[in-house]
């Protein structure tokens, strides 16, 4: 839920803002360099130089500061081909734009039913949000690290499926514990990843809602079973869907009646106690940075359920090793990623998405264009903004950007935290309504708790965020902008040396600080945003877009689209997509007549949201 800090050191041609422009209707033959395959690249093995990664870099380009150890990517240079001359003598069935973990499980999804794949990614490494970054000799995860969707059971374990598709295979450090709350009124919850004993601590905070607490948590477990006993495929999908609905109907109509409901609505039909509810509001937060009344049902019984169904596992070496494990994993599918490739617009001839421009004035071509950046991205910048489709426009007219976060990673004296500490906290000291404001609440994650690789020996790694808004940090001069993230940053600190960790101050021997505006610099989402949502109070999940498009041959994956924000449910976006498009593109079976009607019927039922 974090980006890479500001200190990121890249060559001023990656970040160049020289942008062709968008072609429309018009010709682009003759507007720039015109690249239909990546026979042009060298070719892959597993030497040193992190090709084993299947990454290749512009020419010329040197090495960035960000690589220190050989566990770094090491990219090189692109060799250009001069033999293709025509469109059809060498094409992509699809180009992916962005390597985040619902692009990447796209992209290799599709790679595996024997599509042609190619990544376009922007920075030097997969991932995105997922990624990492190495400093001092500490290795960061550049987001969330609390992995949900990666066991070793159930249909939902969407992260270890999508790795094994690709022949990869990740070993783990099991979490005994998802989160420990801290919350105001000396309120203190354990989530224990047996599921037992978290509702048993939990009732023994709030015995007089025992009957309440086992209704809500069992209406989630409902849920999450009927998801979890379906193969997971595209709902845009008629075939799939009805013969899913044929195998398990009792199942598909459980998920049916809990789209357009949210869990703070079904929490207050059985509970009470307004602490208790702002406890589950506090649990959703997490889910989808909203409070229940706001959280789809779907989402909060996916992640309030799996943690304890197959638990959170921390993958050995990092989160950033899942998505090198997939990049690695789709260039050995006969795929290929493509990094230092800023994409700047997408190409659409006769109303349909045919290629994607580069900022160094490349063009790329294929049958099908997969956007992973946010839908504001998509249709604001890689689209003309007055273009807009009219269900473009009724999404933003449904959902908001969700805030960014400030980002502080830290490396520690290990002797600051105490004996048995748990990996992930969340703190809300005083007062339930700062839920939701900027500053309010602190997401802390304690990687090396789990796996002490991550750092020199005798040191932990904090990583800590919190809401923020691009515009808190607009209009500073270099000057103050540098003063108001030490500012900032030592406030959070103070909170959490006074909360949990005494002298934490004085055992930092490793900062570094990001910004909304770090967010928006290097993952290229939309004012720092990490998803959608929504403005008001919604249906559930009925609003939520999947991943076809208004334009013929674009889709979009990723936390824009149906289930949401959160890596089980971007990887969930992932499947779905590949589905989807691969029955396009003829890999699976496909009716176009039921896909006509069952597409203007999703879209009829996302008008009443």
Sequence with gaps: MSILSSGISFNRSILSSSKPEASSSRNPRNQSRRILCLNHLKPLNSSSDGSEFGVSMGKGEKRGSLFRSESAVDVREVVESSGASGRDSCSYDAIVIGSGIGGLVAATQLAVKGAK??????????????????????????????????????????????LAAVGAKLEVIPDPTTVHFHLPNGLSVQVDREYNKFISELISKFPHEKEGILEFYGVCWQVYNALNSLELKSLEEPIYLFGQFFKKPVECLTLAYYLPQNAGDIARKYIKDPELLSFIDAECFIVSTVNGMRTPMINASMVLCDRHFGGINYPVGGVGEIAKSLAKGLTKKGS??????????????????????????????????????????????????????????????????APSFLSIHVGVKADVLPPDTDCHHFILEDDWKNLETPYGSIFLSIPTVLDKSLAPEGNHILHIFTTSSVE?????????????????????????????????????????????????????RDSGTYGPMPRNIPKGLLGMPFNTTAIDGLYCVGDSCFPGQGVIAVAFSGVMCAHRVAADLGFEKKNPVLDTALLQLLGWFRTLA
């Design 117 to 162: 794949v190619l990544v376009l990614e922007k920075y030097v490494i997969p991932g995105g949000s997922s990624g990492f970054y190495e400093r001092a000799g500490f290795k960061f995860d550049v987001g969330s690290s609390v992995m949900f969707g990666f066991s070793d059971k159930g249909n939902l374990n969407l992260i270890t499926q999508a």
């Design 336 to 401: 290929e990623i493509l990094y230092k490739a800023n994409a700047t617009s997408i190409i659409i001839e006769d109303g349909k998405a045919v290629g994607v421009n580069l900022s160094d004035g490349r063009q790329f071509y294929a049958k099908t264009i997969i956007s992973n950046a946010t839908r504001w991205d998509t249709f604001g910048k890689l689209l003309k903004k007055e273009n807009l489709p009219k269900e473009e426009k009724r999404f933003q007219e449904a959902y908001v950007k």
């Design 472 to 524: 808190d940090w607009e209009g500073l001069s270099r000057k103050d902008y540098e003063e108001k993230k030490e500012r900032v940053a030592g406030e959070i600190i103070n909170r959490l040396e006074k909360k949990l960790f005494p002298g934490l101050k004085s055992s930092i021997v490793f900062q570094e600080v990001g910004t909304p505006k770090t967010h928006r610099r290097y993952l290229a």
